[in-house]
């Protein structure tokens, strides 16, 4: 695809909210790699409707939405030659967003300090819903946790 952000390769390691940045950042054209466990990403499968796609799967319409453009790729962080390739993709990556709980990539052996070792230029952007510090910061967050914290719900 072309576009302003077409030389850009972006490691997306994040699910619900947080993966549709890197879905912006496939339509201004750049290559996204999103990293899934075994199993799969649960949006695929988390809400209606679900959509039969011509290749037989099936997925969330909120899926297809998040994930526009990106390519995926299944690993087992826990397995050595999952580490390698994973390690492969960050050295050739200019950005990696990590959007799980705080300290996500850290708890794999992936902190930042080990990111820049591997690749200096890399630029980390790392979401969560309640920041990196503070008393929630461990917390789910999703939307329906924002609605009922502002009393939406």
């Known amino acids: 695809?072309?576009?302003?952000?077409?030389?850009?390769?972006?490691?997306?390691?994040?699910?619900?909210?947080?993966?549709?940045?890197?879905?912006?950042?496939?339509?201004?054209?750049?290559?996204?790699?999103?990293?899934?466990?075994?199993?799969?990403?649960?949006?695929?499968?988390?809400?209606?409707p679900i959509v039969r796609e011509a290749d037989g799967t099936e997925n969330s319409l909120m899926h297809l939405h998040l994930n526009r453009g990106k390519r995926s790729l299944t690993l087992d962080m826990k397995k050595p030659e999952a580490n390698a390739v994973f390690e492969d993709l960050i050295r050739v990556?200019?950005?990696?967003?990590?959007?799980?709980?705080?300290?996500?990539?850290?708890?794999?052996?992936?902190?930042?300090?080990?990111?820049?070792?591997l690749n200096p230029k890399v630029v980390v952007c790392s979401i969560s819903g309640y920041g990196a510090t503070g008393p929630y910061r461990d917390l789910p967050s999703h939307g329906i946790a924002y609605d009922s914290w502002s009393g939406v719900v």
């Not at 549709?20 to 695929?44: S, T, W």
């Not at 990556?93 to 992936?110: Q, T």
Request: proline share 5%; with cysteine; net charge negative.
């Open 1 to 48: 695809m072309a576009g302003f952000l077409s030389s850009v390769r972006v490691l997306d390691c994040s699910m619900l909210g947080p993966g549709g940045l890197a879905g912006h950042l496939v339509d201004f054209g750049a290559d996204v790699i999103k990293i899934e466990a075994p199993g799969g990403d649960y949006v695929r499968q988390m809400t209606w």
């Open 93 to 117: 990556s200019d950005v990696v967003i990590e959007g799980m709980r705080p300290g996500f990539l850290a708890k794999r052996g992936y902190p930042f300090e080990r990111l820049k070792e």
